[in-house]
């Protein structure tokens, strides 16, 4: 088979990503015939092998271009292109969002993950007993569709694209426009209360069982000195957040089930059904969090260490693409 001089090229460079053994099957696998099985000349079986191998190596220059792509540069049917695609195992993964991290996070991330395993080793069953908080925004009209983002390979990637803020827009579950003042207001009146008659404590009825831990992210209304104050008189050496009892790390990895299973389980059903308006969209929110099933957060909560395990083999770095 003859190759052009851009051909030859690029042909040397899948030889070093793939190895020689696939490179020769692949090509083997396209040469010429000299007469079709319907009676056509050799040069029209020609021109339609040549047309595989351009496809192939094209996504071999940029593997995120789309089959809409492909089709025109190569004349082809899109259904053609993703007929071949198929047969050669090539799969379009989409991108995974997550934080951009900084250089301290990665010690810190590990840190979190030691201290935390170590409180499992003395308590088996610790993580039943961590009472866990977050937010979300949830947006009127869905959220941004990575259907369009895609990178074509025959193994997983694991392809990130990092986000540098978080822009909430319309409804934020948990407070909405909340303040060190408004948080504590919201400890005071609403979640101790709750807390204390779901957990009561025979020694300080006025506070929840002892063995309950307080789970709260680093947001500058949970960092108020009065709020931490608080936290330390309601769960005495029992919260983990800023500058809690242990160290909620910034930026942190998807460990609670909050982030893993709560937030995508809920957006996933309520963006199904577009939301005409904002109160709509918060009756849906929670409903689908009253209908969340038991068994799903149990496993979800049990599954927590060995979340802990994946943060660490990853040396503090983001391991939920690599959980797919």
Request: charge should be negative; hydrophobic fraction near 35%; proline fraction near 6%.
């Given at each position: 088979?003859?190759?052009?001089?851009?051909?030859r090229?690029i042909a040397s460079?899948?030889?070093?990503m793939r190895?020689?053994a696939?490179?020769?099957?692949?090509?083997?696998?396209n040469i010429?015939?000299?007469k079709?099985?319907?009676?056509?000349?050799?040069r029209?079986r020609?021109?339609?092998?040549?047309?595989?191998?351009?496809v192939?190596?094209?996504?071999l220059?940029?593997s995120?271009?789309?089959?809409?792509?492909?089709a025109r540069?190569?004349?082809?049917?899109?259904?053609t292109i993703?007929?071949?695609?198929?047969q050669?195992?090539?799969?379009?993964?989409k991108?995974?969002?997550v934080?951009?991290l900084?250089?301290d996070?990665y010690?810190?991330r590990?840190?979190?993950?030691?201290?935390i395993m170590r409180?499992f080793?003395?308590?088996?069953?610790?993580?039943?007993?961590?009472?866990?908080?977050?937010?979300?925004?949830?947006?009127?009209?869905?959220?941004?569709?990575?259907?369009?983002y895609?990178?074509w390979?025959?193994?997983?990637?694991h392809?990130?694209c990092?986000?540098?803020?978080?822009?909430p827009?319309k409804?934020n579950?948990?407070a909405?426009?909340?303040?060190?003042?408004?948080?504590?207001?919201?400890l005071?009146?609403d979640l101790?209360?709750?807390l204390?008659?779901?957990?009561?404590?025979?020694?300080?009825?006025d506070?929840?069982?002892?063995r309950?831990w307080?789970?709260?992210?680093g947001?500058?209304p949970?960092?108020g000195?009065?709020?931490?104050i608080?936290l330390?008189?309601m769960?005495?050496n029992?919260?983990?957040?800023?500058?809690?009892?242990?160290?909620?790390?910034?930026?942190?990895p998807?460990l609670t089930l909050l982030?893993?299973l709560?937030?995508?389980y809920?957006?996933?059903?309520?963006y199904?059904?577009?939301?005409d308006?904002?109160?709509?969209?918060?009756?849906q929110?929670r409903?689908e969090?009253?209908?969340?099933?038991?068994?799903?957060i149990?496993?979800?909560?049990?599954?927590?260490y060995?979340?802990?395990?994946?943060?660490?083999?990853?040396n503090?770095g983001?391991?939920?693409?690599f959980?797919?």
């Open positions: 088979m003859v190759l052009s001089h851009r051909n090229d460079m899948w030889s070093q190895s020689q696939e490179v020769y099957a692949f090509i083997m696998r010429p015939k000299t079709s099985r319907k009676g056509q000349t050799g029209a020609a021109l339609i092998e040549e047309k595989k191998l351009d192939a190596l094209e996504l220059e940029n995120h271009t789309s089959t809409v792509s492909l540069n190569h004349d082809a049917p899109r259904t993703r007929r071949f695609l198929k050669e195992k090539y799969h379009p993964y991108v995974y969002l934080q951009e900084l250089e996070d010690d810190r590990l840190q979190f993950c030691e201290e409180r080793d003395d308590n088996n069953g610790f993580q039943r007993d961590i009472l866990f908080s977050d937010d979300a925004t949830f947006y009127l009209k869905g959220v941004d569709n990575r259907h369009n895609r990178f390979s025959q193994e997983n990637p392809w990130t990092e986000s540098h803020t978080q822009h827009q409804v579950v948990w909405e426009n909340l303040t060190a003042v408004h948080y504590l207001d919201f005071t009146f101790i209360p709750a204390v008659m779901i957990f009561p404590n025979e020694i300080d009825p506070i929840p069982n002892e309950i307080f789970h709260q992210d947001a500058p949970h960092f000195i009065d709020v931490r608080y330390n008189e769960f005495p029992h919260w983990i957040g800023r500058r809690g009892t242990v160290k909620w790390p910034p930026r942190p998807y982030d893993y709560l937030w995508g809920v957006k996933e059903i309520v199904q059904d577009k939301s308006n904002i109160e709509n969209l918060k009756s929110i409903a969090i009253y209908n969340l099933p038991a068994e799903d149990w496993n979800a909560v049990d599954s927590f060995y979340r802990l395990g994946e943060c660490q083999i990853v503090g983001h391991f939920q693409p959980r797919h």
